[in-house]
């Protein structure tokens, strides 16, 4: 938002400023005093905080398991039939973000969110009463929240928009904000990430990290046998890449790339709302979170959309939709709804039918089927 600077006197506040202060100080933490022309609200909250340490590897890609708590923000979108297939992340108690191409179908009644554990889970693993809804174990809307430091919560999905679309092919506006049927407790392994502030960005030197339950890369010896050249006898082996789905989260530091170098590589014009990195993600890692740290505090840079099919040596970068686009336009406004009667969902969200159409343009420019990569399983 720009704007004039204020002084806490002189700010009068409609019912809109209002209703969007109320829900931005949920994000952003404690709200400000004074009006700043960019943002309401500081970041002096509770959230992007954990009491884990860890130590992240290169890549996801025969990266590091995470440890229990050390990602409280990251949520796993799961199917019908029970299969983790897309990761999001918390950024309020009652609101997720994720990549809009995790919802290819108009009916999202299905889909359930999970989170609290790095593990992939069962719906039996779920916390709290249950009672069977699609085929799976879902929480009672009457009992909208886990135990304290519960393992696994469950949770429906109520709404998901994804933003009205200029391009629906190759760089598609791949982000969606879920709302939660009912919110969430925080405890010490379930907690929201921050979003930026002021799209204050970090520079292209610094440690940023994503994390997913995507498919990772094992390398196995076929045979092993010594030949002679001219030095001397010479020890060699055969092997062969084995991609497989592995049970846990895993974690990584990535290198950001700058706009003219990504451009390049893909031989495209890079629109402003696409973050360029050297790759490390896989399939199944979509919707996660690529995370910067500041201070102590760990903030939603971009949102995971795609990259090259060889995860283990990719030729081309890997693309995260920037969250700092859409805070004020998308998910600001979709949390306002309801207490601002001036806008309206169509004048914020794509309908169910143009988003399926978008999703699908999108599969087709990346020559890429709308089915299910089995191999996450």
Known sequence: MKGRMLSPKSVKLSLRDLAVATIASIIFGVASTEHTGENYFST????GRRHVKNTVSERIVNGTHAEQGNWPW???????????????VLISDQFVLTAAHCFPNENISFISVRMGST????????????????????INETEGNAAPNGPVLCAEVEDVCVPLQQNCSFFMEDIAIVKLKRPVNFTDYIQPICLPENCDEPSLSAATYI??????????????????????????EEVSLISFAPSTLNQINITLIDKTACQNQLN?????YILCSTGGACTGDSGGSLVYENNGTRFLLGIHSGGDEHCFNPNT???????????????????????????????????DEERVQCVA??????NESLKYDSRNE
């Open 44 to 47: 002096k909250g509770n959230c």
């Open 74 to 88: 990251m949520v796993g979108l799961y199917s019908e039939n029970d299969t983790l297939y897309c990761g999001s």
């Open 119 to 138: 593990n992939k889970s069962n719906s039996t693993d779920c916390s709290g009463e249950t009672t069977p809804l699609h085929g799976a174990e879902r």
């Open 211 to 236: 994390a997913g339950w995507g498919l990772d890369y094992a390398i196995e010896i076929l045979d092993s046998y010594i030949f002679e050249d001219s030095n001397g006898d010479e020890a060699d």
């Open 268 to 272: 495209r014009t890079v629109p402003d």
């Open 317 to 351: 970068p890997g693309m995260h939709i920037k969250v700092s686009y859409y805070i004020s336009k998308l998910i600001i406004a979709f949390m306002e709804l309801g207490n601002n009667s001036q806008v309206t969902r169509s004048d914020i969200c794509a309908t």
């Open 361 to 366: 343009k999108l599969y087709a420019s990346h």
